[in-house]
């Protein structure tokens, strides 16, 4: 009895493994035999791209220097009345001069043939043609009323007419006045000019 005891004594030393209860801890490998766990890889997330969209440049035509639509005693803008074509032409302002003795230009960016200047050989700038929106100081204009012109103007100084049709002439400076055309109870014609122009009647 004592032999078949102490044999299983010395049994359970050589396999002490076999003979002690298995234990586990935290992060050992799973027993043999047992499946390995599945352990999910993480995802990658994408960042999220926001597409931006380039801000756009508005198309637009660049013109010359366009000056403010006033047509004041001296000028329109920086064209003055009695530069010369020189000076003229460095404002930018202007298409290139044609004809010979009294010069002939147009305001950039009018249509063609329109915002006629002219420059006399002996007395440089002597006239700007109005067009369009372009107005005195005073507020008239290229189909202002004959009555409120007249109302505006009451100084002006009559060169000639027939009732419908009248032109006159409104002295703005020493050197400068406005000459005015009316047909059909409107303005049809504003231009300032030299008070001693030499290039037309």
Known sequence: MRATRLIGVVACLLFAAACSPVQHQVGDAAPAGSPAPTVAAPTATAPTVTPTTPASTPSSTIEATRAPLLLGPAGYGALKIGMTEKQAKATGMLTPFTNSG????????????????????????????????????????????????????????????????????????????????????????????HAHQDCYE
Do not use: H
């Open 102 to 193: 009294c010069r002939i230009a147009y305001l950039r960016g009018f249509p063609q043939g329109k915002g006629a200047v002219f420059v006399s050989p002996t007395l440089g700038l002597i006239a700007i043609n109005a067009w369009g929106t372009m107005k005195t100081p005073e507020g008239v204009r290229v189909g202002t009323s004959t009555a409120e012109m007249r109302r505006i103007y009451p100084k002006r100084q009559f060169v000639d007419g027939d009732g419908d049709y009248e032109k006159v002439f409104v002295k703005v400076s020493n050197q400068a006045v406005y000459r005015i055309a009316v047909n059909g109870g409107k303005v049809t014609e504003l231009t300032l000019q």
